[in-house]
């Protein structure tokens, strides 16, 4: 038996759990297996609706059938692996070891003060991934080496502006300009110069949404994979548009 | 040709940690990352030259890498999503994505001809078809396992002491 | 190549006087901000560095190089290089702090500029067909010197910039066999482990992710692999 006040405390903390993954980039059939999982541990029954930007949770008590319901919004959050492996992690030790809210509570709090990826070290290696692309798609050595610094160039301005707080569409298409702009220099010399110009914006592709999406339409949430599929490929257009100003101003130099 | 597989493997790793990284995953997952883009990418590569298309090949290698990240995933506590995700990103067919956004551009270009445009036209459909298939191939062949393997693959995190009830 | 050293005939014909200016207001400013390094001085060398590269784009590109392709496209880069700086002015970001840690290397690459031209006629070219201490990499090795020698604060964005020019003059030695950008080419390395060193040895410790030890082998495995490849090419060039 939990009395409305533990209930109320119970579904705070999942809402809280849940739109944290949500915003994470966490697929929203483990969002909502994972929330169960919690419920159970603490001797509740939670029932999860999610949605792009919304969630709404009912926590049921079968003992005393009483219930609580709770919406909550989901933050923007930057997508992180580590938080989805380690809140999954955390929601089978709780139900595992049959933790206490409070414990819970502060296992929680530990993870999500983790640092992310130092901006820096990711620079490098985008970099570094994007030079190799290059290079998987046969660029010769020049190609590779002018792809990475133009990818640096243009991912240094995707965390800037995105520090910045601006808007996601705008950042897809200056990034991928002005990754492919610098990549266009290759266009001087004889080498290959295309194969540098479309993998310079390939670090952009948002492959977390993409594949996200396609997991949750099979899994059943048709809903939420169509619209994270919505929402990746107005990314990729903006990817697109951001190629094609470079084209328009160099494409004399590709015919 | 041994050595062309192993550098072809070699920069796959790369490329997948480094998309990885925009993802932020846990450090312990860096290396079966790598592992897994350059098994998947080698295999790929090895299928394509002995003469398979794009799509199928990149369906077999995305299964090997979904099923890949399924075994080893248990090991170091991560769900499958964390380790193939980022194995997979190499595999983008990214010269056939812009080989469409330049046949895109260059049809607006030649609207008045009506032989270029169709020529052009064509071409958007053939590497879009492409950039497409092979997407949908590398999400289904990996996502595969969760399916198949449901409740293996919704435990991987679970601390292995528990798991054999 | 011929166009290549025609443009650059002709653009020191016209310019040499104003070039000699530009060079001269260099030099003062330098020393300025190392003797007296005022608020109103360190403006001064923010707005030197905008009209800097405002002329390359200007000037060099636009005016006289204009018969190259893409001079447009390389216009566009050091415009965006002068906004840059007058961005900062605005934000004022660069603080001009020196560090004292880099000076020797920094000296080194304040007479590079200088080198170019000597670099130039000692294989036997003549005034006014020799690079010119105000072109797009003698301007590129001054500035990463500036910053190097002031690095307490400094722009990313400028440094990668330059190493991506260094990379493309690099391109130019092999492609067009223009030796002297191999000046700059071989000094971008050390620069940008220098930079990336510093942002490193304030940023990491511990408790980061990844630590300290990862990040410093990275470091070491990109300039490594950069070292490789221009030591590569220009034993294949000049030796094989």
């Known amino acids: 038996m939990k009395t409305a006040a533990e209930l109320k405390e119970i579904a705070q903390f999942i809402a809280e759990y849940a739109t944290r993954l949500m915003g994470s980039g966490v697929h929203t059939s483990r969002v909502v297996r994972n929330s169960k999982r919690l419920g159970e541990a603490l001797g509740v029954r939670v029932i999860v609706s999610a949605f792009q930007k919304v969630v709404t949770f009912s926590v049921c008590d079968d003992d005393s059938g009483e219930v609580y319901s709770e919406v909550a919004d989901i933050p923007p959050l930057p997508i992180s692996f580590e938080l989805n492996a380690e809140l999954s992690a955390l929601s089978w030790e709780a139900y595992d070891r049959q933790m206490p809210l409070p414990e819970i509570r502060a296992r929680y709090a530990e993870i999500v003060a983790r640092p992310r990826l130092d901006p820096i070290f990711t620079l490098i290696l985008v970099g570094l991934a994007n030079a190799s692309f290059c290079r998987l798609f046969g660029g010769d050595w020049f190609a590779v080496s002018i792809v990475f610094t133009a990818t640096l160039l243009g991912f240094f301005l995707r965390q800037r502006m995105q520090a910045r707080g601006f808007n996601h569409y705008v950042i897809f298409i200056a990034s991928s300009f002005a990754a492919s702009m610098y990549a266009s220099v290759a266009l001087m010399f004889d080498t290959t110069s295309e194969v540098a110009l479309a993998t310079s914006v390939l670090y952009l592709i948002p492959g977390v949404p993409l594949i996200n999406g396609v997991i949750d339409i099979v899994e059943g949430h048709v809903l939420n994979g169509i619209a994270r599929l919505t929402s990746a490929l107005m990314l990729i257009i903006c990817i697109a548009i951001g190629l094609s100003c470079t084209l328009m101003i160099v494409k004399n130099g590709l015919l | 040709m041994l050595f062309e597989i192993l550098s072809d493997g070699f920069f796959a790793a790369v490329a997948a940690i480094g998309f990885g990284a925009i993802s932020d995953p846990p450090m312990r997952a860096f290396p079966v990352i790598a592992l897994l883009a350059a098994a998947g990418h080698a295999l790929r590569f090895v299928l394509m030259h002995n003469g398979m298309d794009i799509a199928t090949a990149s369906l077999c290698a995305s299964v090997v890498i979904g099923v890949g990240s399924l075994l080893l995933g248990g090991r170091i506590r991560c769900p499958m999503t964390v380790l193939f995700i980022p194995a997979l990103l190499p595999m983008i067919p990214g010269m056939y994505a812009y080989k469409t956004v330049f046949a895109m551009i260059m049809f607006m270009q030649h609207l008045g001809d009506s032989a270029a445009s169709t020529l052009y036209m064509e071409e958007i459909l053939r590497n879009g078809f492409v950039t497409f298939c092979v997407i949908f191939m590398l999400a289904a062949g990996a996502a595969a396992p969760i399916f198949l393997f449901n409740k293996r693959a919704h435990s991987l995190t679970r601390n292995k002491k528990y798991i054999s009830e | ?240």
């Open chain 3, 1 to 240: 190549m011929a166009v290549f050293w025609q443009t650059i005939a002709g653009y020191n014909a016209a310019t040499w006087p104003l070039q000699a200016l530009l060079v001269v207001a260099g030099i003062v400013l330098t020393t300025l901000l190392y003797r007296r390094p005022s608020p109103r001085v360190k403006v001064a060398m923010k707005v030197y560095l905008a009209l800097l590269n405002g002329w390359i784009a200007v000037a060099y590109y636009l005016r006289a190089c204009a018969e190259r392709p893409y001079s447009e496209v390389m216009a566009l880069f050091w415009g965006v290089m002068a906004a840059v700086w007058i961005y900062d002015i605005a934000v004022d970001y660069t603080t001009f702090e020196r560090t004292r840690k880099h000076d020797r290397i920094a000296f080194v690459f304040y007479l590079m500029p200088f080198v170019y031209p000597l670099f130039s006629l000692l294989r036997g070219l003549e005034f006014p067909m020799v690079t010119s201490p105000v072109m797009p990499c003698s301007v590129a090795v001054f500035t990463i010197g500036l910053l190097l020698s002031f690095s307490k604060r400094v722009n990313l964005f400028v440094i990668l910039f330059l190493c991506h020019w260094a990379l493309v003059g690099f391109s130019k030695v092999y492609f067009f066999g223009i030796p002297e950008d191999l000046l700059l080419a071989s000094a971008s390395v050390p620069a940008l482990y220098l930079f990336f060193k510093e942002y490193i040895d304030l940023n990491f410790h511990r408790d980061t992710k990844p630590d300290l030890r990862v990040m410093n082998f990275l470091l070491a495995a990109m300039c490594a692999a950069l070292g490789v490849f221009f030591s590569v090419t220009i034993w294949q060039q000049f030796i094989g």
